[in-house]
């Protein structure tokens, strides 16, 4: 079946623009993460969605960053006012309704990677 | 100090060789614990999972040392195919997994 879909798969932007990154999770996923990947670094936690819950934006770097999910199923991420620094892959994930027991793994989208000139 | 930490290597061996990967965590509540492994430029995927008991999947054998706050993968007759970089992973009761750095293998013919 179809996995995790990211688009675009690349992105560049200059200094000062705004960027929207899009995230289709797996059909029937309640969760989804994003992360944000810098080069040679491991995954770092942005926000998380579960169901109509209110999201974990515990991992936002700054109030340029936002994301939504509409219908319980795309997400997408925004960033505002773009910097050098958040140049960078930006991953998605889902997983399954974690129900009684927390799942074990997530299943990532192949990632938007994002340069800022 | 980083929740997981890793060798960023890269360990570079020959085909056939074994080779270990260690990582420590610095949260005693964390439960959950895992091996991912990514490939250049390519999304994570889960490698597996490490039990206490400590755990074997073909070639690849999983070790976890709760008192001091230790995982370790070992890979047995490494492949070309091997080569990748190696996420440790751990997880506290949340929703939320914690990413190493990730430990770079280069298996050379």
């Known amino acids: 079946g179809a996995g995790v879909s990211q688009s675009p798969s690349n992105k560049v932007t200059e200094k000062g623009k705004d960027v929207e990154l899009r995230c289709d999770p797996i059909?029937?996923?309640?969760?989804l993460y994003w992360y944000r990947q810098s080069l040679g670094q491991g995954l770092e936690f942005l926000i998380y969605?579960?169901?109509?819950?209110?999201?974990?934006k515990s991992g936002l770097p700054s109030d340029r960053f936002s994301a939504e999910r509409t219908g319980g199923s795309v997400s997408t991420l925004t960033i505002q006012r773009t910097q050098q620094e958040d140049s960078a892959v930006y991953l998605c994930?889902?997983?399954?309704?974690?129900?009684?027991?927390?799942?074990?793994?997530?299943?990532f989208g192949p990632g938007t990677r994002l340069t800022v000139l | 100090r980083k929740e997981v930490e890793q060798d960023p290597g890269p360990f570079n061996v020959p085909e056939g060789a074994t080779v270990a990967f260690n990582c420590t965590y610095s949260?005693?509540?964390?439960?959950?614990f895992f091996w991912y492994r990514q490939d250049c430029r390519k999304e994570p995927k889960l490698l597996m999972s490490?039990?206490?008991s400590g755990n074997e999947d073909g070639r690849f054998t999983a070790q976890l040392n709760r008192a001091s706050q230790y995982i370790s993968l070992l890979i047995r007759d490494s492949k070309l195919s091997d080569s990748a970089t190696y996420l440790c992973?751990?997880?506290?009761?949340?929703?939320?997994?914690?990413f190493g750095s990730g430990t770079r293998l280069l298996v050379r013919p």
């Open positions: 969605f579960q169901g109509n819950s209110a999201p974990d």
């Open positions: 059909s029937g996923h309640t969760a």
């Open positions: 490490v039990y206490s």
């Open positions: 992973v751990v997880r506290d009761s949340s929703y939320k997994l914690i």
């Open positions: 949260n005693s509540a964390s439960q959950s």
């Open positions: 994930a889902s997983t399954p309704n974690p129900g009684t027991s927390l799942p074990n793994e997530q299943f």
